[in-house]
């Protein structure tokens, strides 16, 4: 245990140094593509915005109903189910049937293969509808499980657009997570003014275009108001063209005008149908518009095949990025909305950094203070493998760019007790050796052997207790287990690396004196 060959001496302190080199970075304002990582400070340490979003799946609940309506009629047809009364209420398709043809209706209905009626959702071994018969009347409707999973699947893919949207604006370390069925937290640290992170959040952006026409069309027609002005324009509810074709959207200057407007690019689909759409309505207006809301009605002057075009109307510039940044990120699924808002001041941050630093450093200090009383030379041994250990554990925190919270700091000072346990437990062991053996160097070669098993049966289970809590828990709990599972890590290399080579070097140049811990 105490032989230590010039190799694994030299891997041992060039791991050191080039983890511990990391920590230097959070103090430097450096370019260098080693230096220019840092530990990022959380919400409740730097300050910022916390936001509680509500997805409403009502509209997507009633879509869904909705698109089954066609599909539906189609397959009473294809079974020779003669049907009367058929309406659509809310979530709800209501038709009645004849006694004989109720059975032919369930067989269908409940078959799980091949089902573009009832979709069979295996994770919850359930069909997304249900229905319900009263007197020859049946009532379809959204089952409990095809509920959760529209709302499930609203909520994940509302949590990936808010994710693109606020990474867009550059907001650091972001914590998107979701919270129960329906709701979103966002935290957003060293955001002061989270009034336009509301606004972009507050915006579905779905965009159409969709033909301006002066009669009522097949489709059926809907009167806007073009944004800005007073003009009332009666637009075809058919949609050329949707946000789902876009590939890229960017804030640009009109080269004719010098206003803001925002160029987009489409997809090979996208393009063809705008190429196609345009070409057949030269001389007619189409309308751009955005949840609801006409932008703009600009006349077609030529066909646009090229697969890009511009946005305009009377935008500010900041309107256009915005405008370009919402489309880049794709619509939400529905409306979210802004349940609860909290902005944590930086006061408060540094004032919890100021704490938990003199914590540390009071803790940290009479660690030093009773590890020299207690073991004297040893106790130095002891010392520089703490610090050590401390060091590698920020320079680790540092490589990952971690984020750092109030619990993140408890994990640390955590992890000092524990490095502490591992000296306190080695030397004890090589006290109780130093009394059954003549041989100082044998001595320590059993303490160190006999030691290390209680350190890893300790840290390992500490460890997994760590690691536990980072898969099931989340926010300032991740935290906590991120800077524990890590410290645990570097106190094991401290421990059974640093502090054994040290003790190893001074009994073994002092082999002829009697040395005594």
């Given at each position: 245990?105490?032989?230590f060959?010039?190799?694994?001496?030299?891997?041992?302190?060039?791991?050191?140094?080039?983890?511990?080199?990391?920590?230097?970075?959070?103090?430097?304002?450096?370019?260098n593509?080693?230096?220019?990582?840092?530990?990022?400070?959380?919400?409740?340490?730097?300050?910022?915005?916390?936001?509680?979003?509500?997805?409403?799946?009502?509209?997507?609940?009633k879509?869904?109903?909705?698109?089954?309506?066609?599909?539906?009629?189609?397959e009473?047809n294809?079974?020779?189910?003669?049907?009367?009364?058929?309406?659509?209420?809310n979530?709800?398709?209501?038709?009645?049937?004849?006694?004989?043809?109720?059975?032919?209706?369930?067989?269908?209905?409940?078959n799980?293969?091949?089902?573009?009626?009832?979709?069979?959702?295996?994770?919850y071994?359930?069909?997304?509808?249900?229905?319900?018969?009263n007197?020859?009347?049946?009532?379809?409707?959204l089952?409990?499980?095809?509920?959760?999973?529209?709302?499930?699947?609203?909520?994940?893919?509302?949590?990936e657009?808010?994710?693109?949207?606020?990474?867009?604006?550059?907001?650091?370390?972001?914590?998107?997570l979701?919270?129960?069925?329906?709701?979103?937290?966002?935290?957003?640290?060293?955001?002061?003014?989270p009034e336009?992170?509301?606004?972009?959040?507050?915006?579905?952006?779905?965009?159409?275009?969709?033909?301006?026409?002066?009669?009522?069309?097949?489709?059926?027609?809907?009167?806007?108001?073009?944004?800005?002005?007073?003009?009332?324009?009666?637009?075809s509810k058919?949609?050329?063209?949707?946000?789902?074709n876009?590939?890229?959207?960017?804030?640009?200057f009109?080269n004719?005008?010098n206003?803001?407007i925002?160029s987009?690019?489409l997809d090979?689909?996208?393009?063809?149908r705008?190429?196609?759409?345009?070409?057949?309505?030269?001389?007619?207006?189409?309308?751009?518009?955005?949840d609801?809301?006409?932008?703009?009605?600009?006349v077609?002057?030529?066909?646009?095949?090229?697969?890009?075009?511009?946005?305009?109307?009377?935008?500010?510039?900041?309107?256009?990025?915005?405008?370009?940044?919402?489309?880049?990120?794709?619509a939400?699924?529905?409306?979210?909305?802004?349940i609860?808002?909290r902005?944590?001041?930086?006061?408060?941050?540094k004032?919890?950094?100021?704490?938990?630093?003199?914590?540390l450093?009071?803790?940290?200090?009479?660690?030093?203070f009773?590890?020299?009383?207690?073991?004297?030379?040893?106790?130095?041994?002891?010392?520089?493998?703490?610090?050590?250990?401390?060091l590698?554990?920020?320079?680790?925190?540092?490589?990952?760019?971690?984020?750092?919270?109030?619990?993140?700091?408890a994990?640390?000072?955590l992890?000092?007790?524990?490095a502490v346990?591992?000296?306190?437990l080695i030397?004890?062991?090589?006290?109780?050796?130093l009394k059954?053996e003549n041989?100082?160097i044998?001595a320590?070669d059993?303490?160190?052997k006999?030691?290390?098993?209680t350190?890893?049966?300790?840290?390992?289970?500490t460890l997994i207790?760590?690691?536990?809590?980072?898969?099931f828990?989340?926010?300032?709990?991740?935290?906590?287990?991120?800077?524990?599972?890590i410290?645990?890590?570097?106190?094991?290399?401290?421990?059974?690396?640093?502090?054994?080579?040290?003790?190893?070097?001074?009994?073994?140049n002092?082999?002829?004196?009697?040395?005594?811990?």
């Amino acid at each position: 245990m105490l032989n230590f060959s010039k190799t694994k001496i030299i891997i041992i302190y060039l791991i050191f140094l080039f983890i511990s080199i990391f920590t230097l970075s959070n103090f430097l304002e450096s370019k260098n593509f080693f230096l220019n990582k840092k530990v990022n400070l959380g919400l409740d340490l730097q300050g910022g915005s916390y936001l509680l979003l509500e997805v409403d799946s009502s509209s997507l609940e009633k879509r869904r109903i909705q698109s089954k309506v066609l599909p539906l009629k189609k397959e009473l047809n294809k079974n020779s189910i003669s049907f009367s009364n058929f309406v659509v209420l809310n979530q709800n398709i209501q038709f009645n049937v004849q006694n004989e043809d109720y059975e032919k209706f369930k067989n269908f209905f409940e078959n799980k293969n091949k089902n573009n009626i009832n979709t069979y959702l295996n994770n919850y071994n359930a069909f997304e509808l249900d229905h319900s018969l009263n007197e020859n009347k049946i009532n379809i409707f959204l089952s409990k499980y095809g509920i959760i999973n529209i709302r499930s699947a609203a909520v994940d893919q509302s949590i990936e657009i808010v994710r693109r949207r606020i990474d867009e604006i550059g907001t650091k370390e972001p914590s998107i997570l979701k919270r129960g069925n329906n709701r979103i937290l966002v935290e957003l640290p060293g955001v002061k003014d989270p009034e336009r992170i509301k606004e972009l959040l507050g915006k579905t952006a779905e965009l159409g275009f969709r033909l301006v026409t002066e009669e009522k069309s097949e489709f059926g027609t809907e009167k806007f108001l073009i944004q800005g002005t007073d003009e009332e324009i009666l637009v075809s509810k058919r949609i050329i063209l949707s946000g789902q074709n876009l590939v890229d959207a960017q804030p640009k200057f009109d080269n004719f005008n010098n206003e803001p407007i925002v160029s987009f690019t489409l997809d090979r689909l996208g393009s063809q149908r705008f190429g196609k759409a345009t070409s057949q309505n030269i001389g007619k207006r189409i309308a751009i518009i955005l949840d609801n809301e006409a932008i703009s009605a600009p006349v077609i002057k030529d066909s646009i095949t090229g697969g890009n075009g511009s946005i305009s109307g009377n935008f500010t510039f900041q309107d256009a990025t915005d405008l370009a940044l919402l489309l880049r990120s794709g619509a939400l699924p529905t409306p979210l909305s802004i349940i609860e808002e909290r902005t944590v001041g930086p006061d408060l941050g540094k004032d919890s950094i100021e704490a938990g630093v003199v914590s540390l450093i009071v803790g940290f200090s009479l660690v030093i203070f009773y590890m020299f009383f207690k073991y004297k030379f040893y106790g130095i041994i002891a010392n520089f493998s703490l610090i050590s250990n401390l060091l590698m554990l920020m320079g680790i925190l540092t490589i990952l760019e971690a984020t750092l919270t109030l619990p993140g700091i408890a994990g640390i000072i955590l992890t000092v007790g524990m490095a502490v346990d591992a000296n306190v437990l080695i030397f004890e062991r090589i006290r109780e050796e130093l009394k059954k053996e003549n041989s100082s160097i044998k001595a320590f070669d059993q303490g160190f052997k006999k030691s290390i098993v209680t350190i890893l049966d300790a840290n390992i289970t500490t460890l997994i207790a760590a690691i536990i809590l980072f898969i099931f828990g989340s926010g300032p709990i991740k935290g906590f287990a991120i800077t524990l599972s890590i410290g645990l890590l570097t106190t094991l290399f401290s421990a059974y690396f640093i502090s054994r080579h040290l003790t190893a070097f001074y009994v073994l140049n002092n082999r002829d004196k009697k040395i005594t811990i």
